[in-house]
């Protein structure tokens, strides 16, 4: 059985910074990848940002790329979000989510609990 727990949101102004966690258990970490979406508000849920977690490939949306950064722990059981510049439309629930590589992000079956950013 899959959990995956995010935790780091916060509340912070424009430009500022924050770190997302997501920990995993139960999850064959080494030959799938890890997601993080986000949805605000009367918005469709989107994708953000994505890692492979044995090559370590990585995926950003254009309306993240250069400010995040997804990057896991060396023993590979933490998925992080590095977030930098923020601003008020990145204001959103920000989900984990996990499954095989070959799958479209979208579709993947594994997701945590979500973790509210605000930047206002």
């Known amino acids: 059985h899959v959990q995956l727990v995010e935790s780091g949101g916060s509340s912070v102004r424009p430009g500022g910074s924050l770190r997302l966690s997501c920990a995993a258990s139960?999850?064959?970490?080494?030959?799938?990848?890890m997601a993080w979406f986000r949805q605000a508000p009367g918005k469709e849920r989107e994708g953000v940002a994505r890692i492979a977690t044995g090559s370590g490939n990585t995926y950003y949306a254009d309306s993240v790329k250069g400010r995040f950064t997804i990057s896991q722990d060396n023993a590979k059981i933490i998925l992080y979000l590095h977030m930098n510049s923020l601003k008020p439309e990145d204001t959103a629930m920000y989900y984990c989510?996990?499954?095989?590589?070959?799958?479209?992000?979208?579709?993947?079956?594994?997701w945590g609990q979500g973790t509210q950013v605000t930047v206002s």
């Open positions: 139960g999850y064959t970490y080494n030959r799938n990848c």
């Open positions: 989510a996990a499954d095989y590589c070959w799958m479209d992000s979208k579709n993947f079956r594994n």
